[in-house]
């Protein structure tokens, strides 16, 4: 049974350039929310997706912007990047349901640098 | 909006001792869960416990134990017979209850490094 899956694992971009960063779900959850973690920091929440819509935001610029695709999988895109978004991308999968829990299953994250 | 501190910024133990991870929250909430994840130098963060915050008995999981104080909003995590696995990075982390959804998200704490020392 596949876990949480993100691609690539590493990416290094410079300032005002585009980023897109992926995120395969646990076979069966339906959800996906993604967190920035800066260096020695606790991640903080972008947004979530469920049926291919945006269902919460943190509080992030409209840089950040999303995608759910029907088989779950999931986009996140950086646009006109800067320093300070240098950190690692996490990807977190879950059930749509009470019954799950709340519990959410995380990826290895993406490591971003922006030079 | 919730906020999660974690004030020990690192903690060591010797192996096979007990520590214990502080964590307190702030919310108006009534109903929410309470989570441990740790977070290894390979980067994958994993959960190591869950407490609802509806109910009195402390969550355990095997060498894993919680004591929630609701009124005080304090959630530690004691670890027991401590192993060299269990050095990491540990966040506590808040979820609002999603009315029967699973729709919440997670606020972290600033975390904790865990040194287990042989």
């Known amino acids: 049974d596949a876990g949480v899956t993100q691609s690539p694992t590493h990416l290094i971009k410079t300032r005002g350039q585009q980023v897109t960063l992926r995120c395969s779900p646990k076979?069966?959850?339906?959800?996906v929310s993604w967190y920035q973690q800066a260096l020695g920091q606790g991640p903080q929440f972008i947004f979530q997706y469920y049926e291919e819509e945006e269902r919460q935001r943190g509080n992030f610029p409209d840089r950040f912007s999303g995608h759910q695709f029907p088989n779950y999988s999931s986009e996140l895109n950086v646009n006109a990047l800067l320093l300070g978004d240098s950190a690692l991308y996490l990807c977190?999968?879950?059930?749509?349901?009470?019954?799950?829990?709340?519990?959410?299953?995380f990826g290895a994250g993406t490591r971003l640098s922006v030079l | 909006a919730q906020t999660v501190t974690q004030s020990q910024p690192e903690m060591s133990v010797q192996e096979a001792e007990t520590v214990t991870l502080s964590c307190t929250y702030d919310?108006?909430?009534?109903?929410?869960?309470l989570f441990w994840y740790k977070q290894p130098p390979s980067r994958q963060m994993i959960l190591v416990i869950r407490q609802e915050a509806y109910k009195q008995q402390n969550a355990t999981e095997n060498r894993f134990s919680v004591n929630f104080q609701k009124a005080a909003k304090s959630f530690s995590l004691k670890i027991s017979d401590s192993q060299l696995g269990d050095t990491a990075m540990y966040f506590c982390?808040?979820?609002?209850?999603?009315?029967?959804?699973?729709?919440?998200?997670?606020?972290f704490g600033q975390g904790t490094i865990l040194t287990v020392h042989p």
């Open positions: 982390a808040f979820m609002k209850y999603g009315g029967g959804t699973s729709y919440g998200k997670l606020t």
């Open positions: 076979s069966g959850h339906d959800t």
């Open positions: 977190a999968s879950s059930l749509y349901l009470a019954s799950a829990k709340n519990i959410q299953y």
């Open positions: 919310t108006s909430e009534n109903n929410y869960y």
